[in-house]
Nanobody
Framework: QLQASGGGSVQAGGSLTLSCTAYGILFSRYVMGWYRQAPGEQRESVAFVSSRGTTNYKDSVKGRFTISRDSAENTVSLQMNSLKPEDTAVYYC??????????WGQGTLVTVSS
């Protein structure tokens, strides 16, 4: 239901954009977000955007990452700038909301080298 893309390898200070397309769901009913999981760590929320466009970010990515959603294309994107080695993780998109199922996309690996 969620198809993620855009991961890759980049040097510190570089940029990447992740995209996630939702299929078969009523996009407007869902909060859309990005989570990440580094090796040996728990999965954590990075950013999310409500159906109304309200955004929320993990403190460590504020000012560097921007989440956006496109209701016409049923996509959510995460623009990541000024990447740091500690941003290295597998990134997952997630869709959730009141009274609807939770969906996860497949992970996409982001590797930031120093």
């Amino acid at each position: 239901q969620l198809q993620a893309s855009g991961g890759g390898s980049v040097q510190a200070g570089g940029s990447l954009t992740l995209s996630c397309t939702a299929y078969g769901i009523l996009f407007s009913r869902y909060v859309m977000g990005w989570y990440r999981q580094a090796p040996g760590e728990q999965r954590e929320s990075v950013a999310f955007v409500s159906s109304r466009g309200t955004t929320n970010y993990k403190d460590s990515v504020k000012g560097r990452f921007t989440i956006s959603r496109d209701s016409a294309e049923n996509t959510v994107s995460l623009q990541m700038n000024s990447l740091k080695p500690e941003d290295t993780a597998v990134y997952y998109c997630k869709a959730w909301g009141a009274g609807v199922p939770v969906y996860w996309g497949q992970g996409t690996l982001v590797t930031v080298s120093s």
